[in-house]
């Protein structure tokens, strides 16, 4: 049985960094793809990051070049390191994954989910 446990999230300071972690077990395959979502109160859930294991990687364009996505095979974890943090990045941050996608992004293509991790930026 595939589970994804978030961690890393907190309260920082806009400009503030944080690393968030998606610890995966239970994966039997050499191809993936993994993403992170995220949804504040009141908002749908949006696709942040996504990396698959041709190494193909896409961001959302709210986060290029403060977010970077990248997963170390070794120890089956995907990291999302979060830079220059603004208040509207504030959002329950989920980790996805599947066995194959198309879209990255889209939460429609992804099967295996996280419980979450709260990030919280004040200005």
């Known amino acids: 049985q595939v589970q994804l446990v978030e961690s890393g999230g907190g309260s920082v300071q806009a400009g503030g960094s944080l690393r968030l972690s998606c610890a995966a077990s239970?994966?039997?395959?050499?191809?993936?793809?993994m993403a992170w979502f995220r949804q504040s109160p009141g908002e749908e859930r949006e696709g942040v990051a996504g990396?698959?294991?041709?190494?193909?990687?896409s961001y959302t364009d709210s986060v290029k070049g403060r977010f970077t996505i990248s997963r170390d095979n070794a120890l089956d974890t995907l990291y999302l390191q979060m830079n220059s943090l603004k208040p509207e990045d504030t959002a329950m941050y989920y980790c996805?994954?599947?066995?194959?996608?198309?879209?990255?992004?889209?939460?429609?293509?992804?099967?295996?989910w996280g419980q979450g991790t709260q990030v919280t930026v004040s200005s």
């Open positions: 996805a994954m599947t066995f194959w996608c198309l879209q990255r992004l889209d939460e429609n293509e992804y099967n295996h």
């Open positions: 239970g994966w039997a395959y050499q191809s993936y793809c």
């Open positions: 990396i698959n294991s041709d190494g193909y990687i």
